[in-house]
């Protein structure tokens, strides 16, 4: 894997303006408001409304922030940067794992950013649990960012990045990370169970919930790493193979 490339993918997404107002700023925006609402109210699991908001919109923007890397991939397939890379030393396993690294690499200063805010505004956590609820969110999104390549290896240019943007809005609302589930009908907290964002907040409220069922949201998030991971590789062969 070349670490000079990587590292030049992750200048050029922070740089973009698009990380900065959508995957940083919405998510930041919609904890402040949020958690002026629900802040003061106790969670049925008994933690913070405030807290539980700031970890639920955390892995919100940063599974956004995974996702739409595959924009990129997109634009680089239309405008036939796949191509060039074959000239390169780079072999085509190399170019997936920058992707997916990059994809990590930009959802944890996501990550970060909505827990000092969450800091800053009275949320309260030993400093293991600050450590392991980070530990666990980031870890979790890496189902997204394979994710989000698959759907850059499918999407053209000037559509994935709209594509994400719809697909992320029933993934926050419906998967329980934009409302609290136990503030909605309960066919709503049944039907966010179907969403991988619903149990990517699972493993981010575990470490001060301990609800239980840690076991059950890695199998299925494993899951939907799993399934897409397939779907790059056979469709990054269909795309070499036409080259």
């Known amino acids: 894997m070349n670490t000079t490339y990587l590292s030049l993918e992750?200048?050029?997404?922070?740089?973009?303006?698009?990380?900065?107002?959508?995957?940083?700023?919405?998510?930041?925006?919609?904890?402040?408001?949020?958690?002026?609402?629900?802040?003061?109210?106790?969670?049925?699991?008994?933690?913070?409304?405030?807290?539980?908001?700031?970890?639920?919109?955390?892995?919100?923007?940063?599974?956004?922030?995974?996702?739409?890397?595959?924009?990129?991939?997109?634009?680089?397939?239309?405008?036939?940067?796949?191509?060039?890379?074959?000239?390169?030393?780079?072999?085509?396993?190399?170019?997936?794992?920058?992707?997916?690294?990059?994809?990590?690499?930009?959802?944890?200063?996501?990550?970060?950013?909505?827990f000092l805010a969450g800091l800053a505004t009275g949320v309260e956590m030993t400093a293991a649990q600050w450590l392991?609820?980070?530990?666990?969110?980031?870890?979790?999104?890496?189902?997204?960012?394979?994710?989000?390549?698959?759907?850059?290896?499918?999407?053209?240019?000037?559509t994935v990045g709209a594509v994400t943007g719809a697909l992320m809005m029933p993934l926050g609302m419906l998967g329980g990370l934009w409302i609290p589930l136990w503030v909605l009908p309960d066919w709503m907290a049944s039907l966010a169970r179907f969403f991988p964002t619903y149990w990517l907040g699972r493993i981010g409220l575990e470490p001060l919930a301990h609800q239980g069922g840690m076991l059950l949201a890695a199998l299925v998030l494993l899951g939907w790493l799993v399934v897409p991971a397939l779907i790059v590789v056979r469709r990054f062969r269909l795309d070499t193979a036409r080259l």
């Open 132 to 158: 392991l609820v980070l530990g666990s969110l980031w870890l979790g999104v890496l189902p997204f960012a394979v994710l989000g390549l698959a759907i850059g290896l499918f999407g053209k240019g000037d």
């Open 10 to 114: 992750i200048k050029r997404i922070v740089r973009s303006p698009q990380f900065t107002v959508f995957t940083i700023g919405m998510p930041l925006a919609m904890f402040l408001l949020f958690g002026s609402i629900f802040g003061k109210l106790v969670a049925p699991n008994g933690l913070a409304s405030n807290v539980q908001t700031m970890i639920n919109l955390a892995a919100y923007g940063a599974s956004g922030g995974a996702l739409f890397t595959g924009t990129r991939v997109a634009q680089e397939r239309t405008d036939g940067w796949q191509r060039q890379l074959r000239l390169t030393p780079m072999r085509g396993p190399g170019y997936l794992v920058v992707k997916v690294l990059s994809a990590m690499a930009v959802a944890l200063p996501v990550l970060v950013v909505l």
